[in-house]
């Protein structure tokens, strides 16, 4: 599986941007993508997750309300919607995927895109 994520740039406090993770080669009904995020000078952390068969979601707690992940299967893309951004969000933003069951760990993912960097200012 491939994974190009897109979307980052710069931004203003409350502002929204959509990012985008295109998923290439085998993709199955059981395939988990994951969008993390690593802050500057932090460790990279979960921000949320959909089953490619679209019938589960998890987000981190931080998240909740602001941000909705969904996937377009014909597209073979998976969408990270993002309000309401504060500076607490600015980080580089990666893809991952995984097959099976869903998880929250960046050491259960296999796959990953080369990540996308926006910042948002205050």
């Known amino acids: 599986v491939q994974l190009q994520a897109s979307g980052g740039g710069l931004v203003q406090a409350g502002d929204s941007l959509r990012l985008s993770c295109s998923a290439s080669?085998?993709?199955?009904?059981?395939?988990?993508v994951g969008w993390f995020r690593q802050p500057p000078g932090k460790e990279r952390e979960f921000v949320a997750n959909i089953k490619w068969s679209g019938d589960s979601t998890v987000y981190k707690d931080s998240v909740k309300g602001r941000f909705t992940i969904s996937r377009d299967t014909a597209k073979s893309t998976v969408y990270l919607q993002m309000n309401s951004l504060g500076p607490e969000d600015t980080a580089a933003y990666y893809c991952?995927?995984?097959?099976?069951?869903?998880?929250?760990?960046?050491?259960?993912?296999?796959?990953w895109g080369q990540g996308t960097q926006f910042t948002v200012s205050s």
């Open positions: 991952g995927a995984r097959f099976g069951h869903s998880s929250t760990y960046q050491a259960h993912y296999r796959y």
């Open positions: 080669g085998r993709t199955f009904s059981n395939m988990v």
